[in-house]
C-alpha cells in the first residue's frame, strides 16, 4: 500500500486545482484528514525531512522541486495503474509533493 493511500489519492490531486494559496492550504490539509494515523505520522516525518534536506538546498543542490521528482512516485501511487493515468499523474504528484515541502510547517501541524 503506497504512503497516500488510495482513498485518498484523488484528493490530493484535486487540491492542486486551486489557484487561490489559501484555498490549495485548507484543500491539502482536507487531504492529509483522510490518510490513517500511522500514514500521516509517516508523511508527517518524510515531508518535514524533506523541507529540512531544501532548506540546504544552496550546498546540496536538492532544492524542493528536485525533491519532489524523486520522491513524488513513492509517495503516490495512482489506483489506476494503467500507463496514461500515470504519465498523466506525474506531475500532479510532483506539484503535491513540492506544495507538502514548500509549506510543511503550516500542513503538517
Not at 494559496?21 to 484528514?33: F, M, Q, V, Y
Not at 500515470?86 to 500532479?92: G, H, I, P, R, T
Amino acid at each position: 500500500m503506497p504512503l497516500v493511500t488510495y482513498d485518498a489519492y484523488q484528493a490530493f490531486m484535486d487540491a492542486n486545482k486551486f489557484t487561490d494559496h489559501e484555498d490549495r492550504i485548507g484543500e491539502t490539509k482536507n487531504a492529509i484528514r483522510l490518510l490513517p494515523q500511522s500514514h500521516f505520522h509517516t508523511l508527517k516525518a518524510l515531508i518535514e525531512h524533506l523541507s529540512r534536506v531544501s532548506a540546504s538546498s544552496i550546498q546540496n543542490q536538492m532544492t524542493s522541486d528536485n525533491l519532489s521528482i524523486v520522491f513524488g512516485p513513492t509517495i503516490f501511487r495512482s489506483p489506476d495503474m494503467s500507463p496514461e493515468n500515470m504519465m498523466s499523474d506525474l506531475n500532479k504528484q510532483k506539484s503535491s509533493v513540492k506544495f507538502m515541502i514548500d509549506h510543511c510547517w503550516r500542513l503538517l501541524r
